[in-house]
């Protein structure tokens, strides 16, 4: 049984009553709009991602209301027998015997399946041993959070500059087993990752590893069920051992229902889901003799309505993430592909010649796109394939440098395979890329990834002549068979969809001056591009108009899925580009000579976009178009330190984003004031703006005295609020925030997501309302702060309120600074009766400049006293403390003297007896004070040292 707390227990398991109204489970989910991202069918587009199923036709019969005791046992995730071995088979029961026989065969079954790896080709091709080419991927514990509105290729982009030493890693056998530290129980786990970065390959090794009896043998069956394979179901209505009875026949045999057997369902692809996934209004199932349509076994699966004690993994792309109601999710986990040991590993197993794999990680490196894209495991496939070809041969063409030039050649290396296969001929290379080509582009625009049948004829490809292509293009295009036997067509890789796409419209320009997507557009479910390339197909197109639509497209696009492609389809204009097209494709115009007006369209939108984020790509459209210039000059400008100097324009603002965030060198500390003077606070701000997407990615931010206002500190609280969040140190310090800016900012603390460690806030003008935000924040998430600097507020006796945050559990404060804050004694005995009760973890308190006098020392005494307390620095200069106060000071050192190194009480009223008290710590043997700072007239009676404290 897992405990309330363990992810929002999604089943509402209660005694043996295993019921869940799936209409009570909160779908919170943003409403992505219609999009690549989220890889829709046509239907589902229709209705904007709402998977609503008041239409579906299911026959429920009669819903089992109550279950019998024996199946009242499922509400254990796990019986005890199965928690820590395999079920022990006596071979003297004849029934057992067979279960026994079964499961080697089920277990036979999966591991012939999925010991090899196609690598992007079919199954026409030459598979490789899992275990010889697998390298093990970077994966983390995430939060399920808000989505990321990017295209995926810039979620890589960013995440490659984010070191991975402060996320612990899961090893993939170990994804159903909790974390050093954490108690909870998980059955149900949520893969997310980028198209092509390993979410697929995980779970084979995962299943090839159980299966060859090496790890996670506590489970007896798992029940690999791919999405692609799924939606072949869509429209039956069957009970769920009907369905397994479908994919593996061999459990006709078996009593899935009882505790029995302990079993996995993975679900692999939930981004490529074509089912009606509606959770709010789904009916609820117990039983898994009882039929209802595939949608709902799903869901009452999921949520643990059927089978309880199962184990549910699903993987997904980012965007479709959400699909599944995160009360139903016990951990979500993230596949980030290869860390940078990982790349080389995977070369070197890929590579069998090492001196060809180092010369081919060495131009990788050389092309910062190119290397950070190999975070992608299949783009290093697409790179190997290249490159192993080009670099180990006499090779007179150009070596890919950017991306458009490596799928490029990749294009014409599978072209070229073909001719080498033993096929009849029967289409034409123009016909096959061109074809291709439109499949791919009008199934982008739909946002789809996966293609069935009904969706080739609809881009009037018939079914065997797709057959043809998957047999001749292998690596580029394929054609599956599911365990149901039907047929799934798809592109190896979604860039791959995207580059044949820009291919197919700029080939429809070049040699057929026709807009292709004028057509689309007639048939597309999303109104947003009924005036995308608008142009009259009966007159001459133009290049610079084509790529200026496509730009604006591009922009336009709240989630980015345009971008990548907006980059091949410039690319493909380049000189370089159409003389490696001539190789498969007849060109009747060249296009290289008209790419001029089209970076400078480009540049003029880098100047009037407000997103910094969005111009980016517009700095890789640049790049593929071989325009080096902008960011060339602020390369010069960042290398002499004088770019505080000049006055720069709204597009080298936005180039010195694009150089800071493509850099090698990883972004550490951010300080405004190597970019602006500093005397003109509302021209700082402006900056600050423009340089956001870089403080985001930032550790240490610097912005003392900066004149920070509401808006930055918003932007700020966004920052902390991202997932992950980089801020580990944020200096605030000398800005007018006031109680309005410090709760926008506390926004941020407040979020699961921030792991900001050290905030100093000294003089920030905050008082009593933003003290109570900030302690709010901090309770809500306590663990994370380190280091707390509030000094120079008026906070009075608001202190009190961080007493609630210092004797939480979880409060990991280290550092508290409230120099010159207002502290009242009252503030003071809630500050010391919060550390009597939690006083293992603060390590400085700095409450100079309060006259707090000798009754709150004596309070701190007791903390001080406390063998738990391991306080080693204390500062209470100028509070009014007296010989009494000395008195209690000595008295604590004395009973607990191990732990404070470092005393100030400088500026305070001590008399001879004080200061005898004081010294004559030093004859005690266990004597920890290294620093005793204090000023008297009685100083001379020989104190360890004098004088003021640092920063006092």
Known sequence: ??????????????????????????????????????????????????????????DLGSVQQKRSEAESSCVSMRSDTSMNQPLDYKSEDTETDLSHEVLNTFRSNLMKKFERLYEGTATQGNPTLLNEIYTELYITESESGEINNEHEVRQIETQSRRAATEDTAIKCNDIFRPLPGQDK????????????????????????????????????????LPFREINLMKGKTLSLSDLLHVFFPKTKEMEISSDEYKVLFIFDGLDECRLSLDFQRAVGLYDVSESASVDVLLMNLIVGNLLPSALIWITSRPAAADLVPSECVHRVTEVRGFSEPQKEEYF?????????????????????SLYIMCHIPLFCWISAAVLEKMLSRAETGEIPKTLTQMYTQFLILQTNIKHEKDYEKKVKDKNLILRLGKVAFQQLVKGNVIFYEEDLRECGIDVTEASVYSGLCTQIFREEFGLYQGKVFCFVHLSIQEHLAASYVHLSYT???????????KHSLRSKVKDWFQLNSSKHVSLSELHQRAVDEALQSKNGHLDLFLRFLLGLSVESHQILLRQIMKLKRSSSDRRKKSVEYIKMKIRTIDSPEKSINLFHCLNELGDHSLV??????????RIKETKLSSSQWSAVVFVLLTSEEELNEFHLDKFVEGINKHENMEVFQKLLPVIKESKSVQLTDCGVTDEGCAALASALKSNPSQLRQLDLSRNKLGDSGVTLLSAGLEDPHCKLKKMWLSDCAITNEGCAALASALRLNPSHLRHLDLSENELGNSVYLLSDVLQHSHCKLEILWLRDCGVSDESCAALASALKSN??????????????????????????????????KL???????????????????????SHLTELSLSGNKLGKSGVKLLSDLRNDPYYKLERLCYYSQYSDVSPVSSGSADGE
């Open 348 to 368: 070197r197993k890929r590579i069998s010649d090492q001196s060809l794999a180092n010369r081919i990680m060495s131009h990788l490196k050389s092309s910062r």
């Open 839 to 872: 006083p293992s973890h603060l390590r400085q308190l700095n409450l100079s400049l309060n006259k707090i006098g000798d009754l709150s020392v004596k309070l701190l005494c007791a903390v001080l006293e406390d063998p738990h307390c391991k306080l080693e």
């Open 511 to 521: 040699n057929n001056n026709r807009n292709v997507i004028d057509q689309i557009t």
């Open 1 to 58: 049984m897992r405990s309330d707390a363990s992810m929002g227990r999604p089943a509402n398991f209660k005694g043996g009553d295993t019921r869940t109204d799936l209409s009570s489970v909160q779908h919170k989910r943003s409403e992505p709009e219609s999009s690549c991202v989220s890889m829709r069918s046509d239907w589902s587009m229709d209705r904007s991602i709402q998977f609503k199923s008041g239409n579906t036709e299911i």
């Open 185 to 224: 129980a998980i059955r149900t786990v949520l893969t997310k990752g980028v198209a092509g970065i390993g979410k697929t390959v995980s779970v084979q090794k995962f299943i090839l590893d159980w299966a060859e009896g090496k790890e996670n043998q506590d489970v007896q069956l798992i029940f690999p």
């Open 632 to 641: 060339e000059e602020i390369q010069q400008y960042l290398k002499s330190g």
């Open 875 to 897: 500062r209470l200069s100028y509070c009014c403390v007296t010989d009494k106060g000395c008195a209690a000071l000595a008295s604590a050192l004395r009973s607990n003297p």
